[in-house]
């Protein structure tokens, strides 16, 4: 069953809809009969389904049904555009392909999600435990008689988690209970997810709750507590309660489980710090930065994931300012210093602006005798994937106040840090990651030898280890225990984030392809406070143990 889009949901960031759509003026409106936005969706789904044709059933493939759209119902009604875009895939996929919707078990949802009779299929998804059938007799209502088989196309092994919470998890023999409950009867389920998986790099979606500041984003792993775990484990109770189920309804034997993905431990990883973040950046050079009176977004300065550094000043004075910025979407570290003190002068922490928790910053009263350096660095940490406010722009959204007067005159500096070895504009990070702090000056040498643990101050740190065999490249995990906040490279390739201070994941998965014989790097950015041993630990297995504080719990 294939979800080609334009939207899947998947806890995946904007629920897969490309963040380019925000840096087009207008923007497109995403899942609508906006000409504009259908225009993109066919050349997208142009290039896309005629590659399916060949793997449909009817062609012999595995293809069975194309999704086209995913709860639409909860989101909005219009169904102009739903036609066109069961027009446009019947274009490409020919007359008998079986293209089908999902929404939510409710009529409300139904209506306004999916199109009545025999031009598309309705599937439904519900709460793993609800009593399906009357469910699956609604779902009826909205297919051609005879044609609507009972398909929960969304049957929820377990569930996700986001920053701060407990890890969810769901009992085994409940979850099996509830697919038999469906099997029983002849209905039909799709494993969501029948495998877990990992939101590598910033591809990670988010959820809001009574309104867009309410922002929760989920974590690096999505192991989800699905049947299949994130590194492939299957030597769990879920998985064979599962099993056990089909194995009862299945007219054909079931193959053989899959051997035990072994994983491995390549010890404790010493780092250095190669660089402040602040010491990459000639913040007196502006054809690396952007300017604008105002505050600009992420997406206007051409940039869609990763970090975005502002930079202004203002007037010193006796006494400390507010700071105020009502809109920040994600999370903002705030940082002063003065510019008559020279080059070497670090730049001094003064608190965080979190989108969730937005509060006003007091500035210390700082002793300079010209204007004061502001510097806001911006995390983006994921994209509101599902719900009304997934329209979900990135960056300083509003105008920034001093003592409630407007900041002006910025200067934006864009740090992507996508796959390093992906960036070549960017290879002054890797210069600076893996040499003895690239081209910085000796007084600031100095100055970081003095200061090698600053905290809260965004640094990058580097280190390697050996594999000496082949056959010693295994999968691993990285425990980041002891350190605050940040992302990590493997190889160049981005792992994702870690925020065991937050919690509750403690160590990211490191699949056995990105690693390699010899030398294996590490590089960290790390936005607040490192480990003191400066150790990063290869461990043989996951740990959801980090930061729960008895806050923000969401067990099923």
């Not at 936005?37 to 142009?46: A, D, I, N, P, S």
């Not at 981005?494 to 030398?519: E, F, I, M, T």
Request: net charge neutral.
């Amino acid at each position: 069953m294939v979800r080609p889009g334009p939207y899947i949901c998947a806890e995946w960031d904007w629920g897969g809809i490309p963040s380019w759509l925000f840096s087009r003026n207008p923007t497109p409106k995403p899942r609508s009969s906006d000409p504009a936005f259908l225009k993109l969706v066919e050349r997208w789904w142009g290039k896309l389904l005629p590659k399916l044709v060949p793997l449909l059933y009817d062609n012999g493939g595995p293809i069975i049904m194309v999704q086209i759209e995913n709860e639409y119902g909860s989101y909005g009604d219009d169904k102009a555009y739903l036609h066109h875009l069961i027009t446009l895939a019947r274009g490409h996929l020919g007359q008998d392909a079986i293209l089908y919707t999902t929404d939510g078990g409710s009529r409300e949802n139904l209506e306004k999600g999916t199109i009545r009779g025999d031009t598309v299929f309705s599937a439904v998804d519900f709460t793993t435990g609800d009593d399906p059938w009357p469910i699956f007799k609604l779902q009826k209502e909205f297919n051609a008689p005879g044609k609507s088989p009972p398909l929960s196309s969304e049957f929820y092994t377990g569930w996700l988690t986001h920053w701060g919470e407990k890890n969810a998890k769901t009992d085994a023999d409940s979850t099996a209970a509830a697919l038999e409950e469906i099997l029983r009867k002849n209905g039909s389920a799709v494993l969501y997810m029948a495998h877990g998986g990992s939101n590598f790099g910033f591809y990670n979606g988010a959820n809001t709750g009574a309104n867009e500041a309410d922002y929760k984003p989920d974590l690096t792993s999505y192991d989800y507590d699905a049947p299949i775990r994130e590194a492939g484990d299957v030597d769990n109770s879920k998985f064979n309660a599962i099993r056990r189920v089909i194995s009862r309804y299945s007219s054909a034997p079931l193959p053989s489980i899959p051997s035990y993905n072994e994983k491995t431990t390549y010890g404790p990883i010493h780092l250095q710090r190669r660089s402040s973040l602040f010491d990459i950046f000639d913040f007196t050079n502006s054809s690396s930065s952007f300017e604008s009176e105002n505050p600009m977004s992420m997406e206007n300065v051409g940039q869609f994931f990763g970090f975005l550094l502002y930079v202004t000043d203002y007037e010193a004075r006796r006494g400390g300012r507010n700071l105020s910025i009502p809109k920040v979407h994600d999370r903002a570290q705030v940082f002063i210093s003065c510019s008559s003190k020279g080059r070497g002068t670090r730049p001094t922490y003064v608190g965080t602006v979190e989108r969730w928790l937005n509060k006003k910053l007091s500035l210390p009263e700082y002793q300079c005798h010209s204007k004061i350096n502001l510097y806001i660095l911006v995390e983006n940490m994921g994209r509101v994937n599902y719900g009304p406010f997934i329209f979900d722009r990135k960056g300083i959204l509003s105008s920034v106040y001093l003592d409630g007067n407007r900041v002006q005159g910025w200067k934006m500096f864009p740090i992507p840090l996508h796959n390093l070895n992906e960036v070549p504009n960017y290879n002054r990070i890797m210069q600076a990651s893996y040499s003895a702090f690239g081209e910085i000056s000796t007084s600031r040498k100095r100055l970081m030898n003095k200061s090698e643990n600053t905290s809260k101050e965004p640094a990058f740190y580097s280190g390697h280890f050996l594999i000496d065999k082949t056959s010693q490249v295994k999968d691993t995990f990285l425990s980041f225990r002891n350190w605050g906040k940040g992302v990590v490279f493997v190889n160049d390739f981005n792992l994702g984030r870690y925020w065991p201070l937050r919690g509750p994941q403690c160590n990211l998965y490191v699949p056995a392809p990105v690693l390699k014989q010899g030398d294996n790097f590490v590089v960290i950015f790390e936005l607040e406070s490192p480990d003191p041993n400066l150790l990063v630990h290869s461990v043989d297995e996951p740990d959801y143990t980090c930061g729960f504080n008895g806050m923000n719990i969401h067990q099923l």
